[in-house]
């Protein structure tokens, strides 16, 4: 799925976030199994844990209160 949506709109980069977003093998062997799918020869697009860890939702409502 996720190499359909870099075919559909073409980010500069994804974001993964979340728990799972920890898993160091997401951005080793995920992403050799997505760049198998993507149309492109190759995967140029990167794909990066976010900034904020775990609590990106806390600081996000956070945020909304300000």
């Known amino acids: 799925a996720l190499a359909n949506l870099i075919d559909i709109l073409d980010p ?5 976030g979340g728990g ?6 997401l951005y080793t ?8 799918y993507v149309f492109n020869d190759e995967l ?3 794909i990066v844990p976010n900034r904020l860890g ?4 806390v600081v996000g409502a ?3 209160t300000v």
């Open 62 to 64: 956070a945020l909304l």
């Open 54 to 57: 775990d609590s990106a939702g």
């Open 29 to 36: 062997r995920g992403r050799d199994a997505v760049a198998r």
């Open 12 to 16: 500069d980069v994804v974001v993964l």
């Open 20 to 25: 799972l977003s920890n898993l160091d093998v």
């Open 44 to 46: 140029t697009t990167p």
